[in-house]
């Protein structure tokens, strides 16, 4: 549950307090945040101070609860760096219903023009006009899995983010919380056209596959590389010559065409070429529910850029999964897998939060995280290394930008 902390929480157990620093003089703007009402000036805590009792419970993995993250406020430690005194658990549930989410979306655009531009570890990448944008949503449960699913008929689905990930910088400019329900405008298709940006090219997996949201990307001034069913129909108009370097990155073919049956008046068609480019992908074993042989399709990807190397357009959608590690990161590292709050206000603070966390983290080191160094901020956190070990392990990837 929510207010279940096992163990008491000393100071010695409090990490990477001096890291929040530098964000928070950013956060003095909040604390007049819901103040309008308090005329006799008895509010306590204020929304800079929760936010920054936020980060501290998503930088300690000690802190697992709400009820953990009142025994930290306790701590002379505690209140002296962040400048927030005691608080009840009743403050920290009551803040969620006063405190507006949207108001942390400017600190987090902030952050990240503070980050400093970051060279592809590819070069094939370097000279892409277009942002290299991941979509994709997560699943946020507000239950434990099995009475999850022994109450799967109640209106409490859970929660989903829909989040942006730019790939080169390897952060998240974007997530929205919807219900895990998937109607109307919950849906990933509807959330990613309502939002869309010029000047990107968003990597999809085949959720997003909509002939309607291409056109909508499209128009938008930006481009897409999604995955798409391999049995669509097609319409030939081009089929282009294979180089050695696309046949070396297991490009099978590479045609432009119309996708769709034109006979079709039901729904709305590409008003677009598309590039349709399959790749030979290795097969792999299936991992949990029924067991059978393992996926062994040839990709199939649908474009709209048209002027790229069928091995790049392949290299791009290749990078999609590094927003499936940032969300292995926010649930297992930063401790997003457990809700301190029920209310949606209350988890999308938690949310934006976590993604100010991260922000900090790039601004901490300097250069985008790799697989390595969420392994090493995890064991920092965890105590299982030192301060000195982590800034050692940031020395490193900083020698080796510089090389």
Known sequence: MANQQTNSIEACDI?????????????????????????AGNRQLFYDQYCALQLLYLFNPIVTSLRGLQQASELKKVQRKLGCPRSSLGSLSEAVRVFDPELLREIVGELIEKLPAQKPQDRRLQDLAQTLTAVDGTFLKTLPQITQAC???RQDKGWQLHTHFEILRGIPVRMDLT?????????????????????????????????????????????????????????????????????????????????GSPKSRRI?????????????????????????????QDLVVATSLLD?????????????????????????????????????????????????????????????????TYE???????????????INHINRLQSHETR
């Open 268 to 296: 709305e068609h590409p008003d677009h070429p598309v590039r349709r480019i399959t790749v030979k992908v290795t097969p792999h074993p299936k991992r949990g529910g029924r067991r059978r042989e393992g996926a062994s």
């Open 308 to 372: 790229v190397p069928a091995e790049i357009i392949a290299l791009i959608y290749q990078h999609r999964w590094q927003i499936e590690l940032f969300f292995r990161f926010l649930k297992h590292v930063l401790g997003c897998r457990h809700l301190l709050s029920q209310n949606p206000q209350g988890i999308q603070i938690q949310t934006y939060c976590a993604m100010i966390a991260c922000l900090l983290i790039s601004l901490i080191t300097g250069k985008k995280p790799t697989l390595r």
């Open 179 to 259: 219900d895990a329900t998937g109607r109307k405008e919950g849906n990933e298709k509807s959330m990613l056209t309502n939002v869309l940006e010029k000047d990107r090219c968003y990597i999809l997996d085949r959720a997003y596959e909509k002939y309607a949201l291409f056109n909508a990307i499209v128009n938008a001034g930006s481009s897409y590389v999604c995955r798409i069913r391999g049995d669509h129909i097609f319409v030939e108009q081009e089929s282009r010559e294979l180089t050695a370097e696309a046949r070396a990155a297991g490009v099978l073919e590479d045609r432009v065409g119309q996708l």
């Open 15 to 39: 990490t990477g307090l001096k890291y929040l620093d530098r964000v928070l003089p950013l956060f003095k703007r909040l604390r007049p945040e819901g103040t309008e009402r308090d005329k």
């Open 376 to 390: 090493m901020l995890c064991f920092y956190f965890s105590g299982l290394a030192d301060e000195d070990d982590l």
């Open 151 to 153: 109450f799967s008929t």
